[in-house]
């Protein structure tokens, strides 16, 4: 895990994105915030378990899809199983030692 501070490479509304083995974030505060890494973790080990480029495909598609179904951008990020499943376990700072391969299936 390598944690990169630029707030010149995220949108307006995004505080971070995890790019394996990146995980680049806009204040560096952020690197002492252990939700934050938490859920940008979670996104590391799910890039792993799809072998990292089918992980940003199906994200896209999954994404278009639930814009579809909801019609708001917010609400189709927040939708996306990959997501879900973070946002849902980022508390859990030991969510990561028993999470299952692939659990962000329980989400879709």
Known sequence: MLLVVNKYLL???????????????KHKGLKTDPVFINHERIHLRQQLEMLILPFFVW?????????????NWYVAYRNISFEREAYANEEDLTYLKDKKLWSFMRFL
């Open 59 to 71: 994200y896209g598609l999954e994404y278009l899809a639930r814009l579809i179904q909801y019609k």
């Open 11 to 25: 949108r307006n509304r995004f505080v971070g994105i995890t790019l394996w083995p990146f995980i680049v974030m």
